[in-house]
């Protein structure tokens, strides 16, 4: 029973990505474009619920709704991009449209395919998983972690360097 | 529940991200598109966490290093735009032609 209601839940979520995820890359509006995103990364946060990883689905919602996107909308407010509806499509719209529609009619034949019969059981885990994944990071994956927060510097300091005016530059 | 719904799903997002970077001319815009195929990557990542169980735990650590990374790369992309800005007064990477041959 409770199988029919998580049935319900992840199909409302894949609609729901599906036509936000169709508007990111179709709307002629770039705010719009950037919320639309949010509206998808909700949802994968919902799909991380769904599936317990709780902590990921609120890194999820803290790091890209919380600070990519609103990266992104400075990004276009810095680039003066148009706000209103403009053109920001390429010529090749149905080259692209016929790439993708290949890919994902490929990718999901074989991932169904390959993982049929597969079930993911919901009654084997209880609770939350938050305090194993904090174990395995700070004890088998505490290398990787600590050179994701070494690049994760590098990249604050190169966004900087490269985004920074010249010293000749300003004096002009 | 199957995990193949998981998996087309995360197939979805992946082909529409596919061509929103063939079809945009905007340079934020394909980095939107490229965030919508990491995230694929990281719904798959959290399925296959999921229908592992207990041993599927790297998964899910998995998906926290992508949305570091994911982060660092919107940095270093956006900084790189702004400067494309400043310099050429456009974004259109089709005409962002300087280093073709």
């Known amino acids: 029973m409770a199988d029919t209601y998580l049935q319900i839940i ?17 709307t002629r509006n770039v705010v719009h474009a950037a919320l639309y995103l949010v509206a998808t990364l909700l949802g994968a946060a919902s799909i991380y619920v769904l599936l317990y990883a709780e902590f990921v689905a609120w890194v999820q919602v803290l790091v890209y709704v919380g600070a990519v996107v609103v990266l992104m909308l400075f990004g276009l407010m810095l680039t003066k991009a148009p706000i209103g509806s403009a053109n920001f499509d390429n010529n090749q719209r149905l080259v692209a449209a016929i790439c993708a529609g290949l890919l994902f009619a490929v990718s999901s034949f074989i991932m169904v395919r390959a993982f049929e019969g597969q079930e993911i059981d919901f009654t084997s885990t ?10 395995a990071i700070f004890s088998i994956y505490v290398l990787p972690f600590e050179i994701v927060s070494l690049l994760l510097l590098a990249a604050l300091v190169g966004a900087v360097v490269i985004s920074r005016r010249d010293e000749a530059e ?3 | 529940m199957p995990v ?3 998996l087309v799903l995360s197939a979805l997002l992946f082909s529409i991200g596919v061509y929103g ?7 934020v815009l394909v980095l939107l598109s490229i965030e919508l195929m990491l995230n694929a990557a990281n719904i798959n990542l959290i399925a296959f966490s999921a229908m592992l169980g207990d041993a ?3 998964g899910q650590v998995f998906a926290l290093f992508v949305i570091a990374v994911a ?19 456009t974004v259109d990477i089709d005409e962002m032609s300087l280093m073709k041959w």
């Open chain 2, 4 to 6: 193949a719904y998981f």
């Open chain 2, 71 to 89: 982060a660092a790369e919107v940095g270093v992309g956006l900084a790189i735009v702004i400067l494309i800005y400043r310099n050429r007064r």
């Open chain 1, 10 to 26: 992840f199909w409302a979520l894949f609609v729901m990505m599906g036509i936000a995820g169709i508007r990111v890359v179709t």
């Open chain 1, 126 to 135: 209880e609770g939350t998983t938050v305090q194993s994944v904090g174990e």
């Open chain 2, 21 to 27: 970077v063939l079809a945009r001319q905007h340079a």
């Open chain 1, 170 to 172: 300003v004096e002009d």
């Open chain 2, 56 to 58: 599927g735990l790297p």
